[in-house]
């Protein structure tokens, strides 16, 4: 049952330069997306959300999109620090507050 | 800033024991959650919590598990007789309000030997 997919689940990126993480999900009924970031032996920290009605939400370094026909929502984070590497988690949720995961990407950001 | 505890951080059990997993939500949160994750998996939902009962589980939340917030401040997570399948990353959650970014505690680590 993978209704939220993280396809690729390493990316790799040179400091200074913008890291684009995708997620894909299949369940029409979800209507707020989130992501997070989780480094080892921690909890998922919460980054940024996005509901359905909007198509983009941006914070600081974070900007999310959202695209509801192609049920596909992005991470970009511009410019990437050294600090950023850790797991990122894609999330979404419907009327209920259940969060339903990705299975993460891990994020590389080489100095 | 305000957090979510999670007590032990690891805790080793032997199949078939009782475990009890504790967390300590934020002060003013009304809704509470366990996920966990085993190694190399997803992040599953296990049951949400608001208003002293269940809101909802998931599938893996069988007659084994089972939450309670006995006090004002603890949430717990009890696994009856435990299975080396029970093995995982156990994570409370707590929000402030529906569909909000949770704030998520440390995990403790279950090791069912």
């Known amino acids: 049952d993978q209704q939220v997919k993280q396809n690729s689940p390493s990316l790799s990126v040179q400091e200074g330069r913008i890291s684009i993480l995708n997620c894909d999900y299949t369940n029409s009924m979800f209507d707020y997306f989130l992501w997070y970031k989780k480094y080892p032996a921690e909890g998922p920290t919460f980054l940024i959300s996005i509901s359905s009605i909007k198509d983009k939400n941006e914070d600081g370094r974070f900007t999310v999109f959202l695209n509801k026909s192609a049920k596909h929502l992005s991470l970009h984070i511009v410019p990437s620090q050294p600090g950023d590497s850790a797991v990122y988690f894609c999330a979404a949720s419907g009327a209920n507050s259940k969060l339903t995961f990705g299975k993460g990407i891990t994020l590389s950001v080489r100095p | 800033e305000p957090e979510v505890t999670q007590t032990p951080s690891h805790q080793v059990t032997q199949m078939g024991q009782e475990v009890i997993l504790r967390c300590v939500p934020i002060?003013?949160?009304?809704?509470f959650y366990w996920y966990r994750q085993i190694l190399g998996q997803k992040v599953e939902f296990l049951v949400s919590f608001y208003n002293n009962e269940i809101s909802e589980k998931s599938e893996i939340f069988d007659d084994q598990f089972s939450v309670e917030r006995p006090d004002g401040s603890n949430f717990t997570l009890k696994i009856r007789s435990t299975k080396l399948e029970d093995s995982a990353m156990y994570f409370c959650?707590?929000?402030?309000?529906?569909?909000?970014?949770?704030?998520f505690g440390s995990g403790t680590r279950l090791t069912v030997v």
């Open positions: 959650a707590s929000s402030e309000r529906l569909i909000w970014g949770y704030t």
């Open positions: 002060s003013n949160h009304l809704y």
